[in-house]
């Protein structure tokens, strides 16, 4: 049922030669569906995953004789001078002139290819035509003759090949010809007077960690510079994404995206980007941006996108009264695998410590508007790590996320989540569980490694953190030792609610 994939990937970098890491993906519990793909000559079994709570995490593996830390080692690179890890820092090709295609292949995390001039589509040969009247070669050319060609996979997970093999490639030709013959030969059928930004929702689209990490916030910092007046053109185009997405795309463009494998009209345009840039984990980097926008400013995007869904919601249902006084607390629950066992008991406990208490399960049914308003309407959301954790986005900045963190997870829960929280300016507290709330307890002799050291079970691979601690691994709060949390947490929502009234006044 679970499948998963591990490669290594060395980067190297100015002469010096990052270790090889692992990184690895992965799919958890039911419903995740295997992909297979063949290509020439290799066949790559790429599994993702479907539904809402897969998770990918991407865990650090002994390979070296360092730590678990070779995969932050290879992070801490990116305030490196070209700082090829977060993309590149004055963006190269940010000033493309007209009749060239200027690609940036600095950044280990995507490519991006920028085209001006008469750029026209065929989308049954996945490539993307510039025709330019200007001498840019040599003189010896014709009309017709080639000047320029790239390959590209407009995707953000280029460090990862074999994810990457997954990913359809665009070619983009640059092409010599005069005006009047490129009507004849490649007739545009549709003339769009807006910038395009091509890019693919395949990969590991389907989880919602990587609909946000590789999709919307790197097509947010791409698009976000033309004020909306952009075409979006979507390879491995899926309904069901832009059904799920429709309100935060259509923030970020007012025209309908394109599925450019499904639609083989040729589509003419005078500027593209193809390809996104992404910065970080779940984070936006202002000083990346032309305009300075920051995370919470894509919080706002989600905001607005949320809201004419939110207001039909509110006006569907009966008036009732709320008690506006109490802070409101959301946990996101899991089933299986991950999940709080007495889950009961801890939402008693923070009702008497004063809360509101609303539990969501989010599976993949769940409308993001419903889950966006349950969270943006509370004050504190608490979960177990995993995919779901992602939802902290949908947090106003300044509340409080709390992650329950399992045994062995503790890099990946703070690199993935922990960390890009903080960026949005949330309070966050990671709670790393002891041995005695965790299910493998019972499973284990007390010096298990298993127990005592989950650093040196991960390091011996991947299969192993899957199985012992992603799998098979559920959590017993121990209420005693996490209520101090909460109670610290209503502390600080009613703080902040005092202080905000003293400033109304
Ligand atoms: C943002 O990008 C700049 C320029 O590349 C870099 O110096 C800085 O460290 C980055 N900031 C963060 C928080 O990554
Ligand atoms: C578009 O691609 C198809 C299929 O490869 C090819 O037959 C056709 O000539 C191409 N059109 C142009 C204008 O290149
Ligand atoms: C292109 O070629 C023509 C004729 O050789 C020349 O007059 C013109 O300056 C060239 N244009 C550019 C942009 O190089
Ligand atoms: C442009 O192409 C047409 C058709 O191939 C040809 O007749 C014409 O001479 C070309 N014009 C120039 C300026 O190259
Ligand atoms: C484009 O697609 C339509 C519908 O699938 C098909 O009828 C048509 O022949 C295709 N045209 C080309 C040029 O491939
Ligand atoms: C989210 O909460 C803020 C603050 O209460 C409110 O102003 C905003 O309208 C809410 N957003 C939506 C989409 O309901
Ligand atoms: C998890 O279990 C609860 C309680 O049995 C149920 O209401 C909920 O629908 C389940 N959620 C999922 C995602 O299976
Ligand atoms: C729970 O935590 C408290 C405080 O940290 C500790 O004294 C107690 O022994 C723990 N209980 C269990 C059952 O481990």
Redesign the pocket.
Known sequence: MVDHHVHRHTHMKKGVNLPPIHIIHVDEEHGCVSIKRSRPKLLFFITFCSVLSCVLLLLPSLFSSSTSSTFSLLYSYEGDDDGTLSGSKAPLCSSVSDGTICCDRTSVRSDICMMKGDIRTNSSSFSVFLYTSSNVSSDHMTAGDELQREKIKPYTRKWEPSTMATIDELTLIAKKSNSSNVENVHKCDVYHDVPAVFFSTGGFTGNVYHEFNDGLIPLYITSKKFNKKVVFVILEYHDWWVMKYGDVVSRLSDYEPIDFNGDNRTHCFSEAIVGLRIHDELAINATLMENHETIEDFHDVL?KA??PR?QDLVQEEPITIVEPEKPKLVIISRNGSRAITNQNLLAKMAEKIGFNVEILWPDKTTELAKI??SL??SDVMIGVHGAAMTHFLFM?PGSVFIQVVPLGTTWAAETYYGGPAKKLGLRYIGYEILPQESSLYNEYERNDVVLTNPDSVNDRGWEFTKKIYLDRQKVKLNLTRFRKHLVRSHLYIMAKRNQARNHAR
């Open positions: 905001d949320y809201t939110i966006y308003r943006n309407s106003r």
